[in-house]
Each structure stands twice: as structure tokens, then as C-alpha cells.
């Protein structure tokens, strides 16, 4: 649940929940806040209860996600009141060139 959850918070807000810190922490296996960013910094008008559902799946302690049945059936719940409009690029600020996601693919064999 925990992934699906970093994953919708990507496809609503178009980059991660966490911040460079926070994801070098969590891959160091030493995460002392892995509170995600607040999704309205990102993309505006986030209903507060995709946020909250959002927020859950996240959640550090496994027993306090959802199932994945409870998570579709809020998604399914909040589907008519969703907006479907494409995430806008982010600002300069907010990319890193040291992240591989942003940087050109590589062809292989070279």
C-alpha cells in the first residue's frame, strides 16, 4: 500500500512525496521524518480527502494504510469529484539535475 500510495501522490502531483533529504534517508534505511510534502504545494485545488486518503497509504506504520480494498473504494467514492487535468511541469526550483528521472535516457548498447 505504502508504494501505491508514493505513486498516486506522483500522478496527482507530478514528483515525489518526499523531499531529496527525506528519500536519501529513507534509501539509507535511517528515515527520521517521512512526513510527505503537503500535495497543494505541487498542484492546487487537492480535495482534502484524497489528501488525507493519500496521506494514510503513506503511512509509516503498516496497520494505519488502507487495504486495498478500502483504498479503491474511497478512490471510486472521489473519482466524480477529481480533476483530470495533466500536472504542469515543475518550476527550476524544484528539480534536481542529480536525479536520474529528470535526466535524458541513455541508449543502449552505446
Known amino acids: 500500500m ?5 505513486l498516486l ?8 512525496p ?8 529513507l534509501a539509507a534505511g535511517v528515515p527520521l521524518d517521512v512526513r510527505p510534502q ?3 504545494r505541487f498542484r492546487r485545488r487537492v480535495p482534502p ?7 494514510r497509504a503513506l503511512a ?5 494504510r488502507p487495504t486495498a480494498a478500502e483504498l ?10 477529481l480533476d ?3 500536472v504542469r511541469p515543475l518550476p527550476a526550483e524544484f528539480t534536481d539535475p542529480d536525479v536520474t528521472s529528470v535526466l535524458p535516457a541513455v541508449k543502449w548498447p552505446a
Open 38 to 40: 503537503p500535495m497543494g
Open 84 to 86: 483530470d487535468t495533466p
Open 9 to 16: 501522490y506522483e500522478l496527482v502531483c507530478g514528483t515525489s
Open 60 to 64: 509509516p506504520d503498516p496497520t494505519d
Open 49 to 55: 480527502a484524497l489528501e488525507a486518503l493519500v496521506q
Open 18 to 25: 518526499w523531499t531529496k533529504e527525506q528519500e536519501r534517508q
Open 2 to 6: 505504502f508504494s501505491l500510495g508514493a
Open 72 to 81: 479503491a473504494a474511497e478512490l471510486d467514492a472521489l473519482a466524480p469529484t
